[in-house]
């Protein structure tokens, strides 16, 4: 029987209480190392007039989405020690770049397809409204063609959520083994990962309203009910041994 929503982030706030110094500092740092990378190329390229600088900036973005595609997996890894109550560490955050970082970044690739394929209705309902029909109709099928790519996207994410969990947890699988292992996990349990997706939006408006601040707080808490809900769905989540 898994545990309910309402519990499983209960367990997440307990096992971040006294440790969310090392939470948020896995979380920030991948995101400044990455923004001064962004942001020295920007400098070194300037403005990108002419067709090879574009190509080389969009080149150079794709890289560094797929780097951090690398640095989620320790973040991953920290967060499913500390709903293990096993030791972490700052230096973990680089666990991605010393294991095997190809089948993270293959991983993050395929994470990536499926995103884009699913946004699709929503890119061709822009095109249409802007090209074509900028009437009220135009909006109204941009809606509710939005609202589409959402829900696929979604249902992907429900889908696809553990495959870095089962990279870090079995270092001997494929990404195409990790891929079946998270459509297999999640089996039953679509749904109450989209609602627990779901219950995060408020926080989200609030983290948004703080002017991006809140964000250092939600977003180690999201990450945290990622790895409870990871151990929960392959039967490893023993809530009596997480409450003290």
């Not at 790519?149 to 990790?178: D, G, K, Q, R, W």
């Not at 039953?188 to 408006?205: C, E, K, T, V």
Request: proline content about 4%; hydrophobic content about 50%; aromatic content about 12%.
């Amino acid at each position: 029987m898994h545990i309910t929503i309402n519990e499983l982030k209960r367990l997440a706030r307990q096992n971040l209480s006294g440790q969310y110094r090392i939470a948020i500092g896995v979380f920030l740092i991948p995101s400044l190392i990455l923004s001064v990378v962004m942001s020295i190329f920007s400098y070194a390229i300037g403005e990108p007039v002419v067709l090879s600088q574009q190509i080389i900036t969009y080149a150079v973005n794709f890289l560094v989405v797929l780097i951090a595609e690398v640095f989620s997996a320790g973040t991953i890894l920290v967060h499913i020690n500390l709903a293990r109550h096993q030791p972490v560490g700052i230096s973990m955050i680089y666990y991605g770049f010393k294991n095997h970082p190809d089948r993270y970044i293959v991983a993050g690739l395929y994470s990536l397809l499926l995103s884009a394929l699913a946004s699709l209705p929503s890119i061709a309902s822009i095109i249409y409204y802007y090209y074509l029909d900028s009437s009220v109709n135009g909006i109204v099928f941009m809606l509710i063609a939005s609202l589409l790519s959402i829900m696929l996207i979604l249902f992907i994410e429900s889908n696809i959520v553990l495959i870095f969990y089962h990279l870090i947890e079995h270092p001997e699988a494929t990404v195409l083994v990790a891929i079946r292992a998270s459509y297999q996990h999640m089996h039953g349990s679509r749904i109450r990962f989209i609602g627990m997706i779901l219950s995060f939006l408020p926080m989200l408006l609030l983290s948004v309203l703080s002017l991006g601040l809140g964000i250092l707080w939600v977003s180690p808490y999201f990450s945290q009910c990622n790895a409870l809900f990871y151990l929960d769905v392959t039967n490893q989540l023993n809530p009596a041994s997480n409450t003290e």
